[in-house]
């Protein structure tokens, strides 16, 4: 399942990162990249070792755990270290698949943290593919795209401005991709059916199923 999920962080705490940035040191970001991915990479991150990227990566997580649409649709049991980008012009990240295992983690859900307006800058679309196509996401500063670490992606040349993103991975409690879009669609239900008719004895029934059905599948 993709999902896009709205102000994840609020306007207060995109000025504090966007003040942050501005005067971040960055590197080259091919070292983050697996071997095959390195060769159409071409972007610019704050630097792994830096004061600022260890500030930026606490206060961004923590919006982030804390957003409970996010909680619902990735489960996340651990996010690997995230990722602070930026795309100047010309620079693009050609079509790629993520690394499978990152540290100790398996990436099953990646996801982009739009920092900059889309007015900002020109192309630099996250261009998900599929057989079915392609699905191209620029979105507003503060929105989040989260999408199967299994498909192909890239990131599109921008033509003008800068692109500002955080990326990161997620390994879910729930690995497979469909278990995980039941499991948010049973909780949605539940929601619904509560706000109807309070704790019945269906919301009852449904709470259980649901939650039978995370034990059976969580690892
Ligand atoms: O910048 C993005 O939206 C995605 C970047 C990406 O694909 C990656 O870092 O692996
Ligand atoms: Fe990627």
Excluded at 132 to 154: D, I, M
């Amino acid at each position: 399942m993709l999902i896009q999920i709205a102000d994840v962080l609020s306007p207060d705490e995109l000025d504090e990162i966007r003040a942050t940035l501005a005067a971040a040191p960055f590197e080259d970001g091919r070292a983050t990249a697996g071997w095959s991915a390195r060769l159409v990479k071409d972007n610019e991150q704050v630097r792994e070792d830096s004061a600022t990227l260890r500030l930026l990566r606490e206060r961004i997580a923590a919006a982030i755990r804390r957003n409970p649409v996010f909680e619902a649709a990735v489960r996340p049991k651990a996010l690997t270290p995230l990722l602070v980008s930026r795309y100047g012009v010309g620079r693009s990240y050609g079509s790629h698949v993520d690394n499978p295992l990152m540290g100790e983690l398996r990436t099953d859900v990646s996801f982009t943290l739009f920092l900059a307006e889309p007015e900002q800058y020109e192309g630099g679309e996250l261009v998900i593919e599929s057989p079915a196509g392609e699905e191209a996401y620029k979105l507003p500063a503060g929105h989040l795209v989260a999408y199967p670490t299994t498909a192909l992606h890239r990131v599109d040349p921008v033509t003008a401005g800068e692109r500002l993103v955080a990326v990161g991975w997620a390994q879910s409690w729930i690995r497979d991709a469909a278990r995980r879009e039941i499991l948010f669609d049973l909780e949605a239900a539940k929601r619904d059916l509560f706000e109807r008719e309070g704790k019945s004895a269906a919301f009852d029934l449904l709470a259980k199923s649901a939650a039978n059905l995370v034990r059976m599948w969580a690892e």
